[in-house]
Structure formats: C-alpha cells, structure tokens
C-alpha cells in the first residue's frame, strides 16, 4: 500500500472536476482504494509521500495517434490532406518494410509516448505485419493497455504502399490472432479511410471483426475531399458511416472515428447506434485538414467525444497541448457558426481522460477500484500568486511543458 499526499484533480462527469486541495490519496496495489481529507486512523502508520504543492491528475488517452508517423511530427505542414499524404506521409510509412527501422522508431515512440503521460492509447501502424508486431510488442512490454491496427489499403494508393486484397485480408487476420490474447497491447481492425480501401476488403475485416470480436478504428469524414471521395467509391452508401455498417465492420467494440469533421445526421445516428467514439485531434485538423470539430453540439447530442494527438498531422505528443486546443477551436466554430457552442475546459479535460478511459479497463479517474495511472505535475505557480488545484491543470494544458511532469505511476508503479 502507497499514500500520497497532494492535492488531486480528475474528472467526476462531462461538467464537474472533482478537486482536492491537499488530500490522501489510498493506493493499494495497483489501485485507488480511497481519497481522504484526513487520514483515516487505520493508515496512521503507513509511510505516506508528500508531494507538497504538486497536482495528481489521471494519465491521459491518446485515441488516436500514428506511431509510424513519429519522426515526421513537427515537420511537413505545408500541404492539406491528399497531397500531405501522398508526398510526405505515405513514403515515410513505405520505410517500415525495413524492420530495424521499425525497432527504432517503434521504442523511441513508446518512450516518448509514457514521458508526455499518455499510458492508454489507439494506434494506428502501417500497413507491414512484421513491423505492426514490434509497435505491439513495444507498447505491450511497457503495459500500456492499447488498440493496435495493421493498417489495411488496397485501392487508390501508391504501388509502394498498397496491398493485393487477399494479401491484406490474410495478413489482418494473421495479426489478430497473435495478438488477440494480450494483456495490455490488443488489436483493433485499422482500413485507413474508405478512399483506400475496396467494399471486398471492408467486408472481409468484417467477417474478421465478428470472428475474434475485434473493433476497428478508421478516419471518418475528415475532410470534404475524403468525405465525397468516399461516397464516390462507395455508390449507393449515403455516408461515411454507412459503409462501414454495411460492411459488418460496427458490431464489435470499440468503433473509433478519427475526426468526424463533417458528420451527416446520418454519420452521427450511426455512430451512436454502435456506441462508437467521435476523436476530435484539434492541431492536426488546422495542420492538414483546415476543418473544426463541432464539438459543442455533438457533445449536447450525446456523442462521446474523446481526444487524439494525430502524430504526425498532429504536432505535439502531449494529449494535454489537445486539450486547450479542443478549447480554442471551439470557440472558432461557435464564432463563425452561429448553431454551434464553445466548450469548457472541464468538458475538454472529461474527453481526454475520463470518456477516453472507457475504451479501456478502469482508468481516466480515480474513483475507487480504478488503477492508478496517474501524472504528478507542478512548478506552474507564481510565488506571489496561489493557484487553485484545478487552476494548476488548465495551466498545465495551456502552457505547460513536459519538464512539468514530475512524476508517473502506471498501475501503481512509479515509472
Ligand atoms: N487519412 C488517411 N490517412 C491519414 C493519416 O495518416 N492522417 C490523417 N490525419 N488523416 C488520414
Ligand atoms: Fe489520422
């Protein structure tokens, strides 16, 4: 058993922090058995830590990040998304036939991953069996409880990036079944977007997803391009979602829905029907898409809406920079679109990390029973200025640095 001593933030819904000014927080094992205001008797004699000003907050969820796409963050911002792709980003995802690539990139990206306090994630790999395997195993030598996705495309791609359709039908259906399982790294069917993928081939992975109950994670309706390409492909389907439905691709969890920039109602009805989650990545879709979420009104139409940081259309690692980001852009929308609201910083907080923890098991909160997954963070005080608990995490989404993490716990575990 651990007891930490600081003041503690996490959300307890949608609209309400939960807050704790200097309070106890019970570990036991690997998880949260209680926080108090006073220590209750029966721990009197328990070595207690003291982080003295410092905020415990959850470890974050990343529902949507490519890890291949690690070394090109920060760069190649030039171009939206087609042209983005096919210049920048599909040659770099061609490197990962390479193995020892891979390795490298695939150890750096976990590392980086856990030092910017995500330690729950969805994430996309490439279309290569041998180098999906490493990003599992990296992800699954570390215990970051993660949905992993070979990549499938198979039309409309470069020769260099682009599988035979049995090819990627057998190879997705190999990766499931040595993954299937984990403990910690599982996998998730990952087409890239229906303007790369053929009907058979959608409807193979669907045949795969009800085989091994595997869910599947996708871009849906990013961009107005992707959106009409998509219905051009798909003649007969009235929207994004729908092909995915038809195929049999939305009957397992979790259904993950990368942007949804541009939803039907019909996008939207359907997406509920399956409990999936909209993922609302705010940097990447300024960076390659130039489209904003409606975050607001989805939010008040019940879409659970979690936060991604889209590496590499996404620049920063840190969910916590996509949390002010979701803020800031909507207030963008709610100016120019008079239906929409902006949102609040408790709203945006709850995506990242209590809704995004339902998609894994028990973390995003500390509620009794949950593990404890958790960031330490502080050092954003002025001293002639005090600030609330909750005051120090908005700080800390704003303009904080990864410096301000001072420590993280996975699963009660310092690491
Ligand atoms: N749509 C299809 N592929 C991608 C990708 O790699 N990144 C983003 N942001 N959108 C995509
Ligand atoms: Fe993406």
């Known amino acids: 058993m651990k007891i930490y001593h600081a003041s503690i933030v996490y959300s307890k819904n949608k609209d309400e922090l939960q807050e704790f000014e200097k309070a106890y927080i019970v570990v036991e094992n690997d998880r949260v058995e209680g926080i108090y ?55 770099l995802e061609a490197k990962y036939k390479d193995i020892n690539y891979a390795k490298d990139v695939y150890n750096a990206f976990t590392k980086d991953l856990i030092k910017h306090g995500t330690m729950h994630a969805a994430v996309f790999s490439t279309i290569h069996n041998p180098a999906s395997d490493i990003l599992v195993e990296c992800l699954e030598k570390e215990h970051i409880q993660s949905f992993v996705g070979k990549v499938n495309m198979d039309i409309n791609s470069p020769n260099y990036l682009k599988e035979d359709t049995k090819e990627s039908i057998k190879n997705t259906e190999l990766f499931v079944k040595k993954h299937i399982n984990n403990k910690y790294a599982k996998p998730i069917l990952t087409p890239r977007f229906a303007p790369t993928c053929s009907f058979e081939l959608l409807e193979e992975l669907g045949h795969i997803a009800k085989k091994y ?81 409606k975050t607001g009104s989805l939010l008040d139409k019940d879409v659970k809406i979690a936060i991604g940081s889209d590496i590499a259309a996404g620049q920063y690692l840190g969910i916590y920079h996509q949390i002010s980001s979701a803020v800031r852009l909507s207030k963008i929308k709610a100016f120019y679109e008079k239906k929409e609201r902006s949102i609040s910083f408790t709203e945006a907080f709850y995506m990242a990390t209590k809704e995004a923890g339902k998609i894994f098991d028990y973390v995003g909160t500390f509620e009794k029973g949950y593990y404890f997954d958790a960031l330490v963070i502080g050092d954003l005080e002025d001293d002639f200025h005090k600030l609330k608990a909750s005051e120090i995490v908005e700080r800390f989404c704003y303009s904080g640095e990864v410096t301000n993490i001072k420590h993280r716990f996975l699963r009660g575990k310092e690491i």
């Open 37 to 91: 205001e006073t220590l209750p008797s029966e721990y009197e004699d328990a070595e207690i830590i003291d982080f003295k000003n410092y905020v415990i907050i959850p470890a974050f969820s990343d529902l949507h990040v490519h890890a291949p796409q690690y070394p090109q963050r920060g760069l190649a911002m030039d171009k939206l998304l087609s042209d983005w792709l096919n210049d920048y980003t599909f040659p």
């Open 213 to 293: 109950n595997v869910g599947m994670q996708t871009h849906i309706v990013e961009s107005i391009w992707e959106r009409d390409e998509a219905k051009k492909c798909y003649d007969g389907c009235k929207c994004d979602m729908e092909i995915y439905e038809k195929a049999g691709l939305l009957n397992n969890e979790p259904i993950i829905a990368a942007h949804f920039i541009f939803p039907s109602s019909r996008d939207i009805k359907i997406l509920k029907e399956h409990n999936g989650f909209a993922i609302h990545c705010p940097d990447a879709t300024t960076n390659v898409i130039a489209g904003i979420m």
